[in-house]
């Protein structure tokens, strides 16, 4: 994926995360899944089938974001005709937030949990 400002340079703040918000959910199929977690604490017949929601981008400090999201689950119970559903919202935080880095290369690179973003 390759994120570009709409201003040319990257600007590191809270002006940057309504660009990187638009951003990360117009690229959503590429990465969504890799954010949902095993889902075995609910049922391991629970399943996602729709990716992320994205609900927030916040800066944290210099090249540092924080990514709040969440997903929907459900389970097919088609047998027993108790097919359930529910909705969990997560952030990705601490070891996980993502940074966008410099590089030689003048390309800014972004990574959480397998994203990845070049620009």
């Given at each position: 994926?390759?994120?570009?400002?709409?201003?040319?340079?990257?600007?590191?703040?809270?002006a940057?995360?309504?660009?990187?918000?638009?951003?990360?959910?117009?690229?959503?199929?590429e990465?969504?899944?890799?954010?949902?977690?095993?889902l075995?604490?609910?049922?391991?017949?629970?399943?996602n089938?729709?990716?992320?929601?994205?609900d927030?981008?916040?800066?944290?400090?210099?090249?540092?974001?924080?990514?709040?999201y969440?997903?929907?689950?459900?389970?097919?119970?088609?047998?027993?005709?108790?097919?359930?559903?529910?909705?969990?919202?997560?952030t990705?935080?601490?070891n996980?937030?993502f940074?966008?880095?410099?590089?030689?290369?003048?390309?800014?690179s972004?990574s959480?949990?397998?994203?990845?973003?070049?620009?």
């Open positions: 994926m390759k994120f570009r400002s709409s201003i040319g340079t990257i600007e590191h703040g809270s940057l995360c309504g660009e990187l918000k638009q951003f990360l959910i117009e690229n959503e199929p990465y969504g899944a890799s954010l949902v977690p095993n075995s604490h609910i049922s391991f017949l629970a399943k089938n729709t990716g992320i929601d994205i927030d981008v916040t800066h944290l400090v210099g090249n540092e974001y924080q990514l709040k969440r997903y929907k689950w459900s389970i097919y119970n088609g047998c027993a005709d108790m097919d359930l559903d529910g909705e969990e919202s997560t990705v935080v601490s996980s937030t940074t966008i880095m410099k590089r030689v290369t003048r390309s800014t972004f959480a949990r397998g994203i990845g973003i070049n620009a």
